[in-house]
T-cell receptor, first 109, second 114 residues
Framework: GQNIDQPTEMTATEGAIVQINCTYQTSGFNGLFWYQQHAGEAPTFLSY??LDGLEEKGRFSSFLSRSKGYSYLLLKELQMKDSASYLC??????????WGAGTKLIIKP | TAGITQAPTSQILAAGRSMTLRCTQD?????MYWYRQDLGLGLRLIHY???????GKGEVPDGYSVSRANTDDFPLTLASAVPSQTSVYFCASSEGGENTGELFFGEGSRLTVL
C-alpha cells in the first residue's frame, strides 16, 4: 500500500539550516510535493520533484531519491515566519495525492 | 484575486442535521477537491471533480456528497452529520489532476458536530 512518514515536530534556531525528511512507499512513482501550512491557514505549494536530485528555490531546496523512496526539504537562513507545518505528498496509483501528517517546525530566536 | 472562497468559515452543527459547505473558484480550473484535515493525520481526500459534470470518490467519501454543475462551484453536503465529521474542511483546485501541478486551497471551514 501507500505510506508516507515524516517527523511529527522539529525545532530549529533562527538563522540556522534545517532538513525535514520524508519517506514514502508507493506502487509506481509520479512525483513528490511539498506544501507549507501556517497554523490556522491553508496549505501553499512549495515544490514538486519528479527527477532525482536537488532543486533550489531561494532559501528552500527540495531533494529526491526515487531509489530510496526519500525526499527532504532544506530550509536555509531560517526566519521566524518559517514556523509552520510542512506537508509531503505523493500521488497513488490512481493519481490521487496521499499526504503525510506533516512536520511542525518550531523556530526559536 | 479571490482564488478559492469557502463558506462558512466555521460552523457548529447538531448531530443529525444537514449542512452544505460552499466552495467557489475564479481561476477557471478544471479540477476541484474536498479534503478533511484532522490532528495527527494527513489531508484526506473526500471527493473530487476532474471537470464540470463529473465527480469521483476519494479516500473517505462516506457521509458526504458533492456536485459540480459548473466550473466554478463545488459544494460539499453532509446529509446527516455525525460527531466524527468534526474536522477542518479544505476545498482546493488545480488546472489538471492532483498529481500534475500545484493545488490552490481555500482558507478552510471548521465544522464542529455536537
Amino acid at each position: 500500500g501507500q505510506n508516507i512518514d515524516q517527523p511529527t515536530e522539529m525545532t530549529a534556531t533562527e538563522g540556522a539550516i534545517v532538513q525535514i525528511n520524508c519517506t514514502y512507499q508507493t506502487s509506481g512513482f509520479n512525483g513528490l510535493f511539498w506544501y507549507q501550512q501556517h497554523a490556522g491557514e491553508a496549505p501553499t505549494f512549495l515544490s514538486y520533484n519528479v527527477l532525482d536530485g536537488l532543486e533550489e528555490k531561494g532559501r528552500f531546496s527540495s531533494f529526491l531519491s526515487r531509489s530510496k523512496g526519500y525526499s527532504y526539504l532544506l530550509l536555509k537562513e531560517l526566519q521566524m515566519k518559517d514556523s509552520a507545518s510542512y506537508l509531503c505528498a505523493v500521488p497513488d496509483s490512481n493519481y490521487q495525492l496521499i499526504w503525510g501528517a506533516g512536520t511542525k517546525l518550531i523556530i526559536k530566536p | 484575486t479571490a482564488g478559492i472562497t469557502q463558506a462558512p468559515t466555521s460552523q457548529i452543527l447538531a448531530a443529525g442535521r444537514s449542512m452544505t459547505l460552499r466552495c467557489t473558484q475564479d481561476m477557471r480550473h478544471n479540477a476541484m477537491y474536498w479534503y478533511r484535515q484532522d490532528l495527527g493525520l494527513g489531508l484526506r481526500l473526500i471527493h473530487y471533480s476532474n471537470t464540470a459534470g463529473t465527480t469521483g470518490k476519494g479516500e473517505v467519501p462516506d457521509g458526504y456528497s458533492v456536485s459540480r454543475a459548473n466550473t466554478d462551484d463545488f459544494p460539499l453536503t453532509l446529509a446527516s452529520a455525525v460527531p466524527s465529521q468534526t474536522s477542518v474542511y479544505f476545498c482546493a483546485s488545480s488546472e489538471g489532476g492532483e498529481n500534475t501541478g500545484e493545488l490552490f486551497f481555500g482558507e478552510g471551514s471548521r465544522l464542529t458536530v455536537l
